[in-house]
């Protein structure tokens, strides 16, 4: 029998319907690896190691009776912004380090009716602000192809999860590239579907018109079967859209010919790194002799993508985390002198460094004076940014481009420089903005380090997008590259 950890999900499905192995095995394997290898990287909050044995067994037994879900018995992990059902949801912060949620974010009930199993809740940057993993309050997350390295952010312990074959597969969310950006500095697939496609509902609020759940896979193929049983209507949270779910599968193995590709000029500019662009460059060669044609296509505003992000995030997240307080749930100071005193030492001593210069840029760009000169002048560029990606969409089905201006950076480069920080998602972020559908896919190496090719696809287009990538790794296996130290 082929190393369980090695295989991806389609792979692990096909096993277990062929009965070469149980769930409960598989199950355990991969919570021996992790027991072995996760100090090295950090990547998990909690192992639910009991839970994920009692849905292992509880798989087992749904297969035997024939009533087997589209992912029975296949492990998964979760990032801990999911609100998880008698589990610890830390969201990466001392905030919530007592929390254990009642219910369960709609994600993971979906996933665990078509019988998935979880077997932990992984590391992230605090309340998913930040693109390395430095400001959990867990520690950083360490990036399986060079140990001194991030793995990205905010969903690097998910991205460090699939890279370093503790799972097949992790959930993730993306505000302004959190999902994509780890996945490209870890050479795995990530997806960010169209805004409102996958229910928001129990996956705790950073930016809520930005936010959006998708995954992170080693192959588009089961990018595909995850995100079929995650999409679709939900009446819980009021942003979700009410229209039917392809079936992305059965899509995916159509041919990319005729496929029209779009490619923005500046995003091979000053400011991307020579050997990141060789690779994305000859990737999309490569769609090239598949049949595809490329196109130049121009956004005038995307330029000022990452300044618009940085006043409407920080606006939505200071009045997000305002429930945080003290009273109701997570952490409370010890001992307040009043009311007042309770308030403000729960929030300095529960929040980190990057959330509070987050919720103080956005008071600061909501408060009345400058309301209009920073907040509604950013809702103004945002829909010009919109319009640009329209524009653009008119002539092309995809626009192609790197995910991220370098491979992996080293931890501690960037932590004390934020504005270099935040300029690691200038590619990402207008898919947010815009509500676009993204995907990143493994497309290379730069010294040992993986690269990221980053196709953006219209409204509802993820078919093309999961199809694109998926024709891709037919050619190429790049996904099929392991960290030495995790083989
Ligand atoms: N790195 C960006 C930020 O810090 C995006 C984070 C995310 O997508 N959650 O806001």
Known sequence: MMKLHTQTLSELSAGLERREFTSVELTKALLDRIATHNDKLNVFVTITKDEALAAAERADAARARGDVGALNGLPIVHKDIFCTRGVKTSCGSRMLDNFISPYDATVVEKLAAAGAVVLGKTNMDEFAMGSSNETSFYGPVKNPWNLDCSPGGSSGGSSAAVAARFAPAATGTDTGGSIRQPAALTGTVGIKPTYGRVSRYGMIAFASSLDQAGVITRSAEDAARLLGVMAGFDERDSTSIDQPVPDYTAEIGRSIEGLRVGIVRQHFDAGLDEQTGVRVKEAIAALESMGATTVEVNLPSIDLSVPTYYVVAPAECSSNLSRFDGVRFGYRAKDPEDLLDLYCRSRGEGFGDEVKRRIMTGAYVLSAGYYDAYYLKAQQVRALIAED?????AEVDVIAGPTAPAPAFRLGDKVDDPI????????????????????????????????????????????????????????????????????
Request: proline share 7%.
């Open 389 to 393: 990606f329209k524009r653009a969409f």
């Open 420 to 487: 270099q920080m935040y300029l690691n998602d200038i590619y990402t972020i207008g898919a947010n903005l815009a509500g676009l559908p993204a995907i990143s896919v493994p497309c290379g190496f730069v010294d040992n380090l993986p690269v990221g090719l980053h196709l953006v696809g219209p409204h509802f287009a993820e078919s093309d997008l999961l199809r694109c990538a998926h024709q891709y790794q037919l050619q190429t296996d790049f996904h099929r590259a392991c960290p030495e130290a995790f083989q």
